[in-house]
DNA sequence: TTCGATAAGTGGCTTGGCGCACATACATCG
DNA sequence: CGATGTATGTGCGCCAAGCCACTTATCGAA
């Protein structure tokens, strides 16, 4: 890691909020890592070292159930970090973080950022902003989860996805997306069908383009605005 | 409220876990507060003035979704505390806070706690803790909502509730649990009968008994124990 | 250019849970 | 002791989505 003199500030909008000094104080435990399509930082069980904050790219938080199945219950972009529950003092990571979407994230070894987080500094009340979003964002999905149709839940998903990604292509295959929704890779296929029918996304094999994000707005349950609402403000 | 001599610790495992000197710093500042069953204590979108500490009874956290459904994502005995929003610095209230079961709270104003959880001591890593079994909770809830039968979930929130009240029998409309569980009442009605055609409950009339722990946590579904491992640990 | 592997489309069958429409119970209170 | 409201049981049709079993596409390496 390399100190300069120029600080230059985090894409990460939760470092890029802290004040100049405390950033700076920071920065020296800060390191980059790179965030490759498909890297677990974390298993479900693991002991978490590294909290992780997402200049670009997207990771996913995903709760494994008996049956080998898998839910994602949290995406996290360059609003936010994985491995809150280091930040909270559990050390065991209760879900798995997965890389979505490749790109470059700031690390921090989980017990310095502890200690930081308990000073009653900005990065606290930062840090206590995200939490609430995270929780907004979960009980949201457990909503979603039950009442609404996949062609809506998969909808709203390329939404968040579409907007913590800099380009309208990302890479997806079926398959994938049928974990993260925790539905059928069929299941997948004909809602993603429908959304095509429609013009608006375009996919094939394993990519994915955005044409008419008002069309998917349309499409999406109104999970999304509360989400996204709740991690602007 | 009397600040006497004898200080009686709380039956809040929160509160409980403080040290005698922080306990009784707090203790002026906190309220006995009566929960009466069916109270709200806010609603969604409300502000959050207090903080409520459950001693006995149990409140719920409910998440409203457009078409008057209701949805429960949280539930929370003497283990945890109610409102933290708040505790995070958002002030207003992303769920409803229902009680479900009638008792008692202490309750601290909102500005009150918020101020307290910022210095480093045993309520901040307390809370933090409790963040994490809420957290936890959520998680499991929308996979338990993704993939459980309506049967397994009925038991398993038959289960949570047991295990936060003293006795054996509680009280509960079909109509008040399809609400918890997101479902229909004649839902419930078919899961309810099941599990008293087993003899593992009994109920009439908005009264349920518990008969049976053991048929119940075999007729639940995992996400029991996943939860109930987190918030005791 | 061929072949295996990965990605995606389709169809038939089953099922859990929804919506609606009643039929009973109790239970309490004039 | 009925009357009225609240709580619960049930049946029927419907649909989203699950399970199973294939058939195409398309890509990349041999």
Redesign the pocket.
């Known amino acids: 890691m390399s100190t300069t003199k120029r600080v230059v500030p985090s894409t990460n909008r939760l470092l890029a909020a802290l004040p100049k000094t405390e950033y700076q104080r920071l920065l020296p435990q800060l390191e980059t890592f790179p965030l490759a399509f498909g890297d677990v930082l974390y298993e479900a069980g693991d002991t978490i070292n590294y909290v992780y904050f997402p200049e670009d790219g997207i990771i996913s938080l995903l709760s494994i159930v008996e049956s080998r199945k898998v839910l994602e219950v949290g995406i996290v972009g360059n609003e936010g970090v994985a491995g809150v529950a280091a930040i909270l003092g559990v050390r065991v990571s209760l879900n798995r973080g997965l890389v979505q979407s490749a790109g470059t994230a700031l690390r921090m070894k989980a017990t310095v950022l502890q200690r930081e987080f308990k000073r009653d500094g900005a990065l606290q009340k930062s840090l206590h902003r995200y939490l609430h979003a995270l929780l907004t964002q979960i009980s949201q999905s457990a909503v979603c989860n039950r009442f609404?149709?996949?062609?809506a839940?998969l909808a709203r998903w390329l939404l968040m996805t579409h907007d913590r990604v800099n380009s309208d292509e990302f890479r997806?295959?079926?398959?994938?997306l049928s974990h993260m929704l925790?539905?059928?890779?069929?299941?997948v296929?004909?809602?993603?069908?429908a959304l095509?029918k429609q013009g608006f996304i375009n996919?094939?094999?394993?990519?994915i383009t955005v044409l008419d994000r008002r069309g998917l707005e349309a499409a999406s349950c109104k999970c999304y605005r509360i989400i996204k609402d709740e991690s602007t403000t």
């Open positions: 609404h149709t996949v062609d839940r997806l295959t079926q398959e994938f925790g539905v059928r890779r069929e299941g296929s004909k809602a993603a069908g095509q996919y094939s094999r394993g990519y």
